[in-house]
């Protein structure tokens, strides 16, 4: 079969991209951890206050060196915005919003999530790196955004 060489150019480029695709795709979750939102817990969203765990927010300890960390969002902070967590914790973080969609991230870390009203966002990360940590609000929830920010603190035992 006799094939145009501009033809072998795109289908080795089309392939070539397909592959790089893939491998950053297979990178980001298995070696990054990356992973779409749990989603599989609900919660009323007007009585997060009076819903265990979010009743209570702050860090719980769980076992030998692990914690929960209970989060509530909501325009324009986050309870509790100052967290001491000591160094090689293993923390599984609960995330949830009373209004409307706010980001979870902490930069310099693989925690991201988006918190929605209604659901529970939870994942696990952790912290061996001492040092201050910025939680930020990645999406835009209106006039106050900007300032929503926490601190986490990650301390030698
Ligand atoms: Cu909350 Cu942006």
Redesign the pocket.
């Given at each position: 079969m006799h094939m145009h060489k501009y033809e072998k150019i795109w289908l080795v480029f089309g392939i070539g991209v397909l592959f790089a695709f893939l491998v950053i795709v297979g990178v980001s979750a298995f070696a990054e951890g990356q992973q779409p939102p749990s989603c599989l817990t609900t919660i009323d969203p007007e009585k997060v206050d009076q819903t265990p765990p979010f009743d209570k927010p702050g860090l719980v300890k769980t076992g030998d060196n692990e914690y929960q960390l209970n989060i509530v969002?909501h325009?324009?902070a986050f309870t509790p915005n100052q967290i001491e967590i000591p160094k090689g914790a293993k923390v599984t973080i609960n995330v949830t919003t009373k209004d409307?969609i706010?980001?979870f991230q902490v930069p310099g870390t693989n925690i991201n999530m988006m918190v929605e009203p209604g659901y529970i966002n939870t994942l696990t990360h952790t912290f061996n790196k001492p040092g201050e940590y910025t939680i930020l609000?990645?999406?835009?929830?209106?006039a106050g955004?900007h300032m929503?920010t926490g601190r986490i603190k990650v301390v030698e035992k």
């Open positions: 969002v325009a324009f409307v706010h980001g609000c990645n999406e835009y929830c209106g955004h929503m």
